[in-house]
């Protein structure tokens, strides 16, 4: 019978796209991937209170072809929140793309035990840790998660290419004892809902801080962000209570981790967000930029931004 065990996979796996050649169609790919890393954002939106999540991917390779892509986990600063990290929101999504598309053709049975689900689907079987399971159960309570996974499969079943997509664990795995066909994933009933054109998304985000704007208001700083460099204003009172206080003392290459709003676009060929503004909401720490300290030689230590100065 064949069978995927869904912890093999971990918060770690290949997304394995079954095509004739050792190659994929860029949208397709990109496509795919924002999918299941909007679906991700929400099921850990639900799931893991307190912490947010990046999704990367960190190799590529033949067979037919394939993407390794990993959870990344952050804590959000929230002193509040009991609940400990569950990684497994990888786990939750791939769990859940079998579920559906396991019930497309034949009517599903449910095995619930002690440490365990068995989903079985005509000759297919799925094993699903029992946590994975139970959480996959509160990740679907948000519209948000289902509606990522349904675009996703959407997406894939759209590329004529494309014979069909599974999951492993390692990127020179053996092919999936489980392929979703193309026709399964067409056939699939996705919420029809369209994506709204714009959105709000939230992550913490360590910002290197190219230019300071040392007076509360909408007046946006210049940071540098994963290579990139985004104008945001800083909209944090205790923060700025914080510098004028003289608790803290800012200077161009300091870092802040924080808590910022990303507002999103959505292209409307393509269905892909972009991002079209920042606001940092919350500064949840500061870094001051690694200096060296002349000895005894000429020199001056560099100009700090201090509210006190005059």
């Known amino acids: 019978m064949p069978t995927v065990n869904i912890s093999d996979l971990g918060d770690a796996f290949v997304i394995h796209f079954d095509t004739e050649g050792e190659r994929v169609n860029a949208y397709t790919l990109a496509s795919t991937l ?66 559906r598309t396991m019930a497309v053709n034949h009517p599903l049975t449910v095995e619930v035990r002690t440490d365990e689900v068995v989903v079985t689907s005509g000759s297919d079987r799925v094993i699903v840790p029992r946590n994975v399971y139970d ?44 392929l979703i066909p193309q026709d399964t994933m067409r056939n699939l009933e996705v919420i029809t809902e369209p994506d709204p054109d714009s959105r709000i998304v939230e992550e913490q985000a360590d910002l290197q801080i190219v230019k300071a704007i040392l007076e509360r208001g909408a007046r946006k700083w210049e940071f540098m962000w994963r290579g990139f460099k985004i104008s945001a204003p800083v909209l944090d009172d205790r923060f700025y209570s914080q510098f004028f206080a003289h608790d803290i003392t800012i200077a161009p290459g300091d870092e802040l981790s924080v808590r910022l709003i990303i507002r999103q676009v959505r292209d409307r060929d393509t269905g892909i967000y972009a991002n079209a503004g920042y606001e940092v909401i919350e500064v949840l720490k500061h870094r001051p930029r690694v200096r060296q300290i002349p000895l005894g030689g000429e020199g001056s230590a560099p100009e700090l931004l201090d509210p006190g100065a005059p």
């Open 135 to 178: 959480a996959a159960r509160l990740a679907e309570k948000n519209p948000q998660f289902v509606r990522s996974v349904g675009k996703t499969l959407q997406t894939a079943s759209a590329d004529r290419e494309l014979k069909g997509i599974g999951f492993v664990a390692q990127i020179d795995s053996p092919k999936p004892d489980i």
């Open 34 to 99: 924002v999918g299941i890393a909007d679906a991700a954002k929400a099921a850990n939106a639900a799931i893991n209170l307190g912490y947010d999540i990046e999704v990367v991917v960190e190799a590529i390779g033949p067979g037919s072809f394939r993407a390794f892509i990993r959870a990344i986990y952050k804590q959000a600063g929230n002193l509040f929140s009991s609940q400990n990290l569950k990684a497994i929101i990888l786990s939750v999504v791939a769990s859940f793309i079998y579920e």
